[in-house]
């Protein structure tokens, strides 16, 4: 059985979102199944060891397939598309993984980090650690990765070839994570966004996370 231990709002949902898109690549015979193990963050849940013992820093996402745990969200992604799909999402070609490798290298180390940094300098921190003046930083730093993005993508459906991929799901789940932040983006990708989020399987994705939620509050 899989287990992902997450938490909603959090890039775990990179991973909830990959695996309801893998769910409905499988035949019915194989059908992928996996349980949401609601992490509470908010409560230092994270800190515990039980919890540490899965993830070296208390986080999430952390991955459970078997005998395996897996953290850090991009090779918990990787190995479900590798492991469980058809070359859809992770592409057996090398040249096209290569260039949705290249892309989830981008999104996570240019068009994430200003916006983690923005995060941490504005409630992620302890407070004695926070540089309120490095928010403007932060967000013009987001603003130069997203000129350098758009100087790749100029409004096709995907980043990589003729189907959704990987670095789709990043990258939705990054622009979102950027509005949530009150970032403008550039029209381009806010058609880009709009039309991978209505992604039946990105909705039960936050589905599947919301419901282990209330399932740990439930149990108090
Ligand atoms: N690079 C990691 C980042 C993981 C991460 O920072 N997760 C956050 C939630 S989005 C977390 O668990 N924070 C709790 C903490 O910092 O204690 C990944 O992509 O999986």
Not at 56 to 76: A, Q, Y
Request: charged residues 25%; glycine residues 4%; proline residues 5%.
């Amino acid at each position: 059985m899989i287990t992902l231990y997450s938490f909603p709002q959090s890039r775990s949902l990179r991973v909830a979102w990959t695996l309801e898109e893998l769910a409905q690549e499988q035949s019915q015979e194989r059908g992928l199944e996996y349980q949401c193990q609601h992490v509470a963050l908010d409560k230092g849940e994270g800190q515990t060891a039980e919890h540490l013992a899965r993830h070296p820093d208390g986080k999430v996402p952390v991955l459970e397939d078997g005998e395996l745990t897996l953290f850090e969200s991009v090779p918990i992604c990787r190995y479900l598309a590798e492991t469980y799909g058809d070359g859809t999402l992770l592409p057996n070609d090398p040249a096209a993984r290569a260039q949705v490798d290249q892309w989830l290298s981008f999104i996570v180390t240019e068009v994430e980090q200003p916006l983690w940094n923005q995060a941490k300098h504005k409630f992620a921190l302890p407070q004695d650690k926070r540089v309120p003046a490095l928010l403007p930083v932060c967000a013009w730093e987001f603003q130069r990765a997203l000129s350098a993005l758009e100087r790749r993508y100029s409004g096709q459906e995907y980043l990589v070839g003729e189907s959704f991929t990987l670095a789709d799901i990043f990258l939705t789940h990054t622009l979102s994570w950027a509005i949530s932040m009150k970032h403008r983006l550039p029209e381009t990708l806010m058609t880009y966004r709009e039309r991978h989020i209505q992604r039946p399987a990105m909705a039960k994705a936050i589905a599947r996370e919301k419901a282990a939620a209330e399932a740990e509050q439930e149990k108090g």
